[in-house]
């Protein structure tokens, strides 16, 4: 499985468990603290200090 992770500094973080393999969540990133994640079989989001809420691909690979 993977799971998302945020970061303070507004990037977003994947990891495989299976493979141990960590990668940042490419595109626009929040300008600070990530304060939380959700997430739904369609999609994931995050919300940030910065007052936006980005939506993370299903690939966990991008966000917008």
Do not use: Q
Request: hydrophobic share 35%; proline share 2%.
């Amino acid at each position: 499985g993977t799971f998302l992770a945020g970061a303070a500094d507004g990037r977003i973080v994947t990891y495989d468990l299976g493979s141990g393999d960590v990668e940042y969540v490419s595109g626009p990133t929040h300008s600070s603290i990530v304060t939380g994640l959700a997430s739904t079989a369609e999609y994931s989001v995050s919300v940030g200090i910065d007052d936006t809420l980005k939506e993370i691909s299903v690939d966990g690979k991008s966000m917008t």
